[in-house]
């Protein structure tokens, strides 16, 4: 059964009076996909494999999630039962996220496990389903051995494949599944979006949006994050501080900021605790271990995750130093820095605040090669000194 269909629900406006059940109801920013996958679950119309496209930050594994979790439970995700309890929680047995485990991508003996396992009998629910996180990793043999199973699926087994786009997805893959296209969502709307799930008034909702890259559903998450918040704010205080540290000061306040950088990773790891604690109860040793594993990768991904808000964060602080430059003062996101924000605009000229923006992608790309975060974080703030010490 090949169901070469693609569904476009983009370039639609926010509609009202849609209707969109639960789990779904929860999803943000994306109200056609929504109704869609809530439709198909109420009619019991769903396809044993998805592919979810769209950029980053558009609520694809939310949405992964939410659909895993109307599947696995009797009642198309109630909310209430214990499947769904397990699925929010991220400690449902039969509902496995893949990633990849090379470097490269998927290792054929990943992939091997992965169809091994499709053929075994759900633990908890009537139904399994596997989230394939990088679609687009998915290539030569692994992707050859994947393409039978994906065509034809054990009964009771739902694929969901997430990638950035459909083209980047080999079309061998891409056609056996219901192709889903997320839209990235403006901030004009994902504002007052933010403003009514966080129950945040609109300063927050752009100060959430800001340090998290424009993503509505990471700023959704940075919200809930006590650990989010105040990494921003340290972020901010260290380059605030800068004009009147000296070099070994700069070096320490970088050490310090590393601390900060570990503590939502504290949350991550007190949920892997949860679910190890969970999946005690009835995971064989290898599903264990195997669920280790992923938790370590999670880890990683998390890690480089909050890194990017350190640059994100940094990165509007800068770009309200400039729109402030140029008398755009509503435009300023970071309104509890202004007082420190308007003294580093008033004593620098806009080309070194755009050669401290360049500097920050330089800080991030040396560390995707690589570089230590404490160098390149420390090399960026001795220039963010520099540069606007220089006017002073
Ligand atoms: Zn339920």
Request: glycine content about 4%; some cysteine; aromatic content about 6%.
């Amino acid at each position: 059964m090949s169901v070469n269909k693609t569904v476009s629900l983009t370039n639609n406006r926010q509609m009202k009076g849609i209707k969109i059940n639960p789990p779904f109801n929860d999803m943000t920013g994306q109200p056609l996909v929504a109704n869609f996958l809530s439709s198909a679950v109420e009619n019991r119309m769903t396809s044993h494999a998805y592919l979810f496209a769209g950029p980053i930050g558009a609520g694809k594994t939310e949405a992964a999630r939410l659909l895993a979790k109307a599947i696995v439970c009797d009642d198309g995700g109630c909310g209430s039962c214990d499947n769904c309890i397990r699925a929010s929680r991220k400690t449902h047995p039969d509902i496995k996220v893949i990633d990849p485990e090379g470097v490269q991508g998927y290792v054929s003996e990943q992939i091997r496990e992965l169809i091994h396992d499709t053929n075994l009998a759900p633990i908890r629910a009537k139904n399994k389903v596997y989230i394939i996180t990088r679609a687009d990793l998915l290539s030569g043999a692994s992707a050859n051995a994947f393409l039978k199973t994906l065509e034809e699926p054990p009964a009771r087994v739902t694929f969901i494949l997430l990638a950035r786009t459909r083209d980047s997805v080999l079309d061998t893959i891409a056609s056996r599944c219901q192709v889903i296209i997320f839209r990235s969502i403006p901030e004009a709307e994902a504002v007052p979006l933010l403003m009514e799930i966080g129950q945040v008034a609109q300063k927050d909702a752009r100060i959430a949006l800001a340090s998290t890259g424009g993503s509505a559903y990471r700023a959704k998450e940075f919200l809930r994050s006590s650990a989010a918040k105040s990494l921003r704010i340290k972020v901010l205080e260290t380059i605030e501080q800068l004009k009147d540290s000296d070099p070994l000061e700069v070096m320490d306040a970088t050490k310090e900021l590393l601390i900060y950088l570990k503590q939502p990773l504290d949350e991550v790891k007190a949920q892997h605790e949860q679910q190890l604690a969970e999946g005690g109860e009835f995971l064989t040793k290898g599903a264990l271990s195997a669920l280790e594993r992923s938790q370590k990768r999670n880890l990683t991904m998390r890690e480089r995750e909050t890194l990017g808000e350190v640059f994100h964060v940094m990165r509007s602080w800068l770009r309200d130093c400039l729109v402030l430059k140029i008398g755009r003062t509503e435009d300023v996101v970071n309104i509890d820095f202004k007082y420190n924000i308007e003294k580093t605009a008033a004593n620098t000229t806009e080309s070194a605040i755009a050669r401290c923006i360049k500097a920050v992608d330089t800080a991030e790309l040396q560390i995707q090669y690589n570089v230590s975060v404490q160098s390149a974080i420390e090399a960026l703030l001795f220039k963010i000194r520099e540069e606007t010490l220089k006017y002073v």
